[in-house]
C-alpha cells in the first residue's frame, strides 16, 4: 500500500538525550513536513522540505534538527535543547509544492519525557 | 501573522442532527482551505480541500464552504452519525503547503 509510515509509535527520552523520529514514505511526493501537536491545540510547522537535500525552517525549529538525504525519508531528531518536547509528532507530504491537493498524514509518533 | 480560530471547542449533538462547524482565519491571502478528521492517536485524514478561487465543495454528508472576503469558511455535516465523532481541523495554506491549523472542534455524536 502507498502511504506514509512514521516509527516509533511511542517514544522515551531521558534528559540531555537527542532522539530521532523516522519518517518513510513511497508516495512519490516531493515535499515533506513535521508538525507537532500539543493537547487541545492544532499542529504547528516544525520543518519542511519541497525537494532532496534542501529544507527551511517552520514556525517552532528552535531545538529540532532534519535532514533529507532521500526523497523517500525525512527524519526529524529532537535535540537536548528542546526543553519541552513532550508532544504528538505527525509527518506529512504533498505531491508537489505547487499542488492544489490535500496533504497525507503519517500516523504520528507520541513523545514523553522519562 | 495568519490565524486560525474554530469555534466551538467541544460539541455534542444527539444523532441525526445536521450541524455546522466554523473555521475563521485573518489573512484572505490564501491559497487553498482544507478540512481533516483527526480520530484519537490518529494523524489526519483529509476531508476536503477548497481552492481559494472556489466558493465550496461536497463530498457526500459533508459539504465546505469558503468565503474569502470575510475569513470565514463551515463544514457542514448531515444527518450526523455515532462514526463522525472525532476532531475536526481546518487549515489554510499558502502555496508551498505550510499549513496553517486551527485549534479543532472535538465532535461527539450520541446514539
Known amino acids: 500500500d502507498g502511504g506514509i509510515t512514521q516509527s516509533p509509535k511511542y517514544l522515551f527520552r531521558k534528559e540531555g538525550q537527542n532522539v530521532t523520529l523516522s519518517c518513510e514514505q513511497n508516495l512519490n511526493h516531493d515535499a515533506m513536513y513535521w508538525y507537532r501537536q500539543d493537547p487541545g491545540q492544532g499542529l504547528r510547522l516544525i520543518y519542511y522540505?519541497?525537494?532532496?537535500?534542501?529544507?527551511q525552517k517552520g514556525d517552532i525549529a528552535e531545538g529540532y534538527s532534519v535532514s533529507r538525504e532521500k526523497k523517500e525519508s525525512f527524519p526529524l531528531t529532537v535535540t537536548s535543547a528542546q526543553k519541552n518536547p513532550t508532544a504528538f509528532y505527525l509527518c506529512?507530504?504533498?505531491?508537489?509544492?505547487?499542488?492544489?491537493?490535500?496533504?497525507?498524514f503519517g500516523d504520528g509518533t507520541r513523545l514523553s519525557i522519562l | 501573522k495568519q490565524e486560525v480560530t474554530q469555534i466551538p471547542a467541544a460539541l455534542s449533538v444527539p444523532e441525526g442532527e445536521n450541524l455546522v462547524l466554523n473555521c475563521s482565519f485573518t489573512d484572505s491571502a490564501i491559497y487553498n482551505l482544507q478540512w481533516f478528521r483527526q480520530d484519537p492517536g490518529k494523524g489526519l485524514t483529509s476531508l476536503l480541500l477548497?481552492?481559494?478561487?472556489?466558493r465550496e465543495q461536497t463530498s457526500g454528508r459533508l459539504n465546505a464552504s469558503l468565503d474569502k472576503s470575510s475569513g470565514r469558511s463551515t463544514l457542514y455535516i448531515a444527518a450526523s452519525q455515532p462514526g463522525d465523532s472525532a476532531t475536526y481541523l481546518c487549515?489554510?495554506?499558502?502555496?508551498?503547503?505550510?499549513?496553517?491549523f486551527g485549534q479543532g472542534t472535538e465532535l461527539s455524536v450520541k446514539p
Open positions: 506529512a507530504t504533498l505531491s508537489d509544492r505547487a499542488s492544489n491537493q490535500p496533504q497525507h
Open positions: 487549515a489554510v495554506g499558502p502555496q508551498g503547503g505550510k499549513l496553517i
Open positions: 522540505s519541497q525537494i532532496v537535500n534542501d529544507f
Open positions: 477548497i481552492q481559494s478561487s472556489q
